[in-house]
């Protein structure tokens, strides 16, 4: 089965940065989407990052300018660099690989375990 392992988060103060890493254990991983998502305490889970298997990337108006969302197809691996925090980017932070879907395959999403990042004042 597809396993992402998520790390990198921690204790940071605001202004300082974090770089997480999720790596994925597939075969066809330059084919898939890959997402980071943040879920701040008691709120819904949102999309802060994306990047599509043709390297383009898109980001929550939030995080824009301040966070980078990067792969390396040859270690499957996607990378989230995270500068200038705020404390409001605190939360739990999970990677998802979207595989797309076809005749023979649907579409399916697979998550990371989440990695906790909290920025103080």
């Known amino acids: 089965q597809v396993q992402l392992v998520e790390s990198g988060g921690g204790l940071v103060q605001a202004g300082g940065s974090l770089r997480l890493s999720c790596v994925a254990s597939i075969t066809i991983f330059d084919i898939t989407s890959a997402h980071w998502y943040h879920q701040a305490p008691g709120r819904q889970r949102e999309l802060v990052a994306s990047?599509?298997?043709?390297?383009?990337?898109n980001y929550a108006e939030s995080v824009k300018g301040r966070f980078t969302i990067s792969r390396d197809n040859a270690k499957n691996t996607v990378y989230l660099e995270m500068d200038r925090l705020k404390p409001d980017d605190t939360g739990v932070y999970y990677c998802?690989?979207?595989?797309?879907?076809?005749?023979?395959?649907?579409?399916?999403?697979?998550w990371g375990q989440g990695t906790q990042v909290t920025v103080s004042p």
């Open positions: 990047i599509s298997m043709e390297h383009h990337t």
């Open positions: 998802k690989i979207t595989i797309p879907g076809g005749t023979y395959y649907t579409p399916l999403d697979y």
